[in-house]
C-alpha cells in the first residue's frame, strides 16, 4: 500500500462541523460566579446542623448547563455533601417543602450522585431517589433524561 | 371504559389514522408502507375496501379531509399522495412534489381543504396547494428559522395561521397564506401582517432544553395552543406569549388535542388518555387517567413447576406483561370522532398494540369530575 495510508491523523478531524446541515444549539452563556455565594451560605448552614435549609438554597440556586466541567464537579460535591448530611427520617419531609422545580433539579442530582459512588452513597441516594420518586412519579426521571442542559 | 376496541386484521401498531366525513370508513397504516382503508359493515363489522399502497417507505402521516372526501398521505420516501375516490369505489392517486431531500413526517390538511401542510426531517414545512391552470399540486417552502426536524402541524381555524412543533424543543406559529388561492386574512391575536412564511410566534418548550415536541394543537378559536413534549410535559399557550406549563409525573404523551374550550385531552407511553383542565387563566390542572387500572389477572393455577421456571429464567414467579389499561402499548394518535375541538363527545385512538378504540366522552364524564364539558 502507499506510504499516505498509514497516517490515520485524518480520522482526528471532526467532518460534522463542516456540515451546514447541523443542528447549532443555542449557546446561552451562565455566569458561573453565580454559584459563589450560595457555597459559603450552604457551606455555613451544613455546618450549623440545618441540612434542610441548605438542601432548599442549593436546589433553588442551582444553574443548569454551565459548560466549565470543574464547577460542575464542585456543585456536584457540595450537593452530595448536603444530602448524605439529612438523615433518613428527615428525608420525607425535606421532599415535601419542596416545590416541582427543585424536585426536578434534586432528581438531577441524585443520578449525578450514583454516577460517582462513594462508601456508602449509593445507599443513601437510593432513599433519596424512592422518596422523590413517590412524590414526583416517573415524569421527573424522564426530565432527567431528557432536559439538555444537566445539573 | 373504552366502548369499542378493534383489532384490524393481522396488522401490527397503527401508526395514523384518519376517519371519513361520515364515521363509516377508516384509513389507517399498520406501520407499513401501504394505507388500508376499511369501512363499517353492520354493527360490528369492519371490512378492508382499499389499500393504498404508492409509498415505498412506511407512511408517517395521513389526513382525510371531511368536506372533499380526500385524503392525503405522506411518507418517509419524501412523497405525498392526494387520494381522490372515483365514481367506482376504487381511488386515484396525485403525487405531489414535496422538493424534500429528508422523509416527510406529518401532513394536515387546511381547514378549507385548499392546501395542506407536511412537516419533515429536511427542516423544510411544505405548503401544498393546488394550482388550476397546470393541474397540479405546487409546494411552497417555510425555511426559515426552522433549525430541525418538524415533528407536528397543526392548523388555525382561520386557514392562514399553522403551529409546528419541533426536535429543536420550540414550537412555532407560522404564516402560510398563499395569495394566489385566497383573500388577505383578517388580523388576529397572533398578528395583523401575515406573508407567506412569516414567522408569528416562537415558544421554547423549556429553559433547561425541554425534549422533543411530540404534537402541537390549536384550540377551537384559535387563540391558544397546546403542545406535549417529550420531557412529560404539557403546556398551554396564547398568543400574548403567555406559556403554561405543567410538567407531569406520567410517562411522555405522544398526541394532544382540544376537546373544549377548557380541557385537553392527550396520550402516550401510558397507554390511556389523560384529560386535564384549563383554567381561564390557561393554568392546567393535574391530569385524570380516562380509565382506571384494570386488575390484572394472575392465573391462580399456575403450576409450581412455571413457577420456578420463571423464576430461574427471569427472575421473577409470575410473568405478568399485560398492562393494566385497555391499549398494551403506547398510543400513537387521537382523532376526535364525534363532535369537534370545541365540543368533543367521542374520540377514537390507535396505539403500537395495532387497536382502535373508541372512548364515549360524554358517558365518561358521569364518573370523571374533569371531563365536565
Not at chain 1, 441516594?125 to 442542559?149: N, P, Q
Not at chain 2, 417529550?230 to 376537546?259: C, E, Q, R, Y
Not at chain 2, 407511553?269 to 386535564?276: A, E, N, S
Not at chain 2, 427471569?314 to 385497555?326: P, W, Y
Request: net charge neutral; with cysteine.
Amino acid at each position: 500500500m502507499a506510504k499516505n495510508t498509514s497516517s490515520n491523523v485524518f480520522r482526528t478531524l471532526d467532518v460534522d462541523q463542516y456540515n451546514e446541515d447541523n443542528y447549532k444549539e443555542d449557546n446561552d452563556s451562565t455566569d458561573p460566579a453565580a454559584l459563589g455565594p450560595n457555597d459559603t451560605l450552604i457551606t455555613s448552614l451544613l455546618a450549623a446542623n440545618k441540612p434542610v435549609e441548605a438542601l432548599t438554597h442549593l436546589l433553588s440556586g442551582a444553574t443548569l448547563g454551565i459548560k466549565d466541567q470543574a464547577a460542575r464537579t464542585t456543585s456536584l460535591t457540595l450537593a452530595m455533601r448536603v444530602l448524605m448530611a439529612i438523615k433518613v427520617s428527615q428525608i420525607d419531609d425535606a421532599v415535601a417543602q419542596l416545590d416541582n422545580e427543585s424536585r426536578d433539579v434534586l432528581m438531577k442530582f441524585i443520578y449525578r450522585g450514583f454516577e460517582v459512588p462513594n462508601e456508602g452513597s449509593s445507599a443513601h441516594l437510593l432513599v433519596w431517589h424512592e422518596k422523590v420518586f413517590t412524590v414526583a412519579g416517573v415524569g421527573s426521571i424522564v426530565r432527567v433524561l431528557t432536559d439538555k442542559k444537566r445539573v | 371504559m373504552a366502548a369499542a376496541v378493534q383489532k384490524f386484521g393481522p396488522g401490527g401498531p397503527i401508526q395514523c389514522h384518519a376517519w371519513s366525513a361520515d364515521r363509516q370508513a377508516i384509513a389507517l397504516s399498520h406501520n407499513d408502507k401501504d394505507v388500508m382503508v376499511y369501512q363499517q359493515t353492520g354493527q360490528k363489522g369492519w371490512k378492508e375496501t382499499s389499500r393504498l399502497d404508492q409509498h415505498d417507505l412506511r407512511v408517517t402521516g395521513i389526513d382525510w379531509a371531511p368536506v372533499s372526501g380526500r385524503i392525503v398521505t405522506c411518507s418517509q420516501d419524501r412523497n405525498a399522495y392526494v387520494w381522490v375516490k372515483e365514481q367506482n369505489g376504487t381511488w386515484r392517486h396525485t403525487l405531489v412534489l414535496l422538493r424534500i431531500n429528508r422523509a416527510a413526517t406529518c401532513v394536515k390538511w387546511s381547514p378549507e381543504e385548499n392546501k395542506f401542510a407536511v412537516g419533515s426531517g429536511a427542516r423544510i414545512i411544505s405548503i401544498c396547494y393546488f394550482e388550476e391552470e397546470n393541474d397540479w399540486w405546487v409546494a411552497k417552502h417555510i425555511k426559515r428559522p426552522l433549525r430541525s426536524t418538524i415533528t407536528t402541524v397543526d392548523w388555525h381555524p382561520n386557514n392562514v395561521l399553522l403551529a409546528a412543533g419541533s426536535t429543536d424543543f420550540k414550537v412555532r406559529v407560522f404564516s402560510a397564506y398563499i395569495k394566489d388561492i385566497e383573500q388577505k386574512p383578517a388580523a388576529t391575536e397572533w398578528g395583523a401582517k401575515m406573508p407567506f412564511a412569516n414567522l408569528m410566534a416562537e415558544f421554547s418548550n423549556s429553559l433547561t432544553g425541554g425534549g422533543w415536541i411530540h404534537s402541537v394543537s390549536f384550540s377551537a378559536d384559535g387563540r391558544r395552543i397546546a403542545w406535549v413534549g417529550h420531557d412529560s410535559s404539557i403546556v398551554v399557550a396564547d398568543a400574548g406569549m403567555a406559556m403554561m406549563k405543567l410538567k407531569t409525573n406520567f410517562l411522555p404523551l405522544l398526541t394532544v388535542t382540544w376537546i373544549s374550550p377548557s380541557s385537553i385531552l392527550a396520550a402516550g407511553h401510558d397507554c390511556v388518555p389523560i384529560v386535564f383542565r384549563v383554567d381561564p387563566s390557561g393554568k392546567i390542572s393535574d391530569g385524570s387517567k380516562l380509565e382506571e387500572d384494570k386488575k390484572v389477572e394472575t392465573p391462580i393455577t399456575a403450576n409450581a413447576m412455571r413457577m420456578f421456571r420463571n423464576k430461574d429464567r427471569v427472575g421473577q414467579e409470575l410473568l405478568d406483561s399485560k398492562l393494566a389499561t385497555t391499549h398494551q402499548n403506547q398510543i400513537t394518535e387521537i382523532r376526535i370522532l364525534r363532535g369537534s375541538k370545541s365540543q368533543a363527545e367521542a374520540v377514537s385512538t390507535t396505539a403500537g398494540d395495532g387497536k382502535l378504540c373508541i372512548w364515549h366522552l360524554r358517558d365518561l364524564a358521569t364518573t370523571f369530575e374533569d371531563l365536565k364539558l
